[in-house]
């Protein structure tokens, strides 16, 4: 695996590759990242993961200062999953002046769920995204289903812009106790771990309400906060939506929807999702 840098030399590398596999991450690698790079073998091209944790995603007050930075550990892990190429640039590389050209996704997308809780959050994922496609210049990029709401944004932006870009989502990996694989888990005490499974249950619960018929998503929503915040969880969001554009779906109508939640432990914000 050769490790990059700079832009310039990642391009030199790359150039004249027309089928060329983009994984983004922030590092500090677990599972649910290694399959995607195993994934991305199968599209054939050069695979390039890239390792840069993004400021401009991050609100004031948020864990932009103490994000686990593992590179050294994320090298070893990349080279055993097939990754050819990591580039893996400092502040200077991405952002040698301030940011003042930014991707602001509409409102009706990235206001909502994750967005309402996090303002700004998808403004700076967006921009960082659409300098890495325009660094990379990927034939394919994928991005885990974990985070749903940036997957489908990404899919809306490559769209609107005419990307030359097929996005594809990964499945989320899961502990074996259902906890959805997560770079923050990290954060998570003992007895946290031990409660965190909870929020994979609680939303499980609410799929197989939905398919036995019960299409009262608002009460649905309810009970499932209720449990968590009995259990000692802050909710940000339970909600049934619109897998398309996670918009309110009508009122009956069972398929195509994904129940999307936030909650924190402590100070450890969860998301997860699972679609119906």
Known sequence: MQIHTTIAGLRDTLAGS????????????????????????????????????????????????????TLEADCGHLRAAGVDHLFAPDEGQMYPRPQTFHIDPPTDQAGILDGAARPGHFRGMATVVMKLFQIVRPHTALFGKKDYQQLMIIRNMVQDFNLPIRIVGGETVRAADGLALSSRNGYLDANQRKEAPRLFEALTKVVAEIRRGNHDFPLLERVCGDELASNGWKVDYIAVRNKIDLQLPPAVHESGLVVLAAARLGSTRLIDNLEV
Not at 31 to 58: C, D, S
Request: aromatic fraction near 10%; charged fraction near 20%; proline fraction near 8%.
């Open 18 to 69: 027309s089928s060329t596999v983009l994984v983004p991450t922030m590092g500090n690698l677990h599972e649910g990242h290694l399959a995607l790079m195993r994934q991305a073998r199968q599209y054939g091209g050069p695979v390039v993961a890239t390792i840069f944790v993004n400021r401009l995603q991050f609100r004031p007050g948020e864990d932009f200062e103490r994000y686990p930075r």
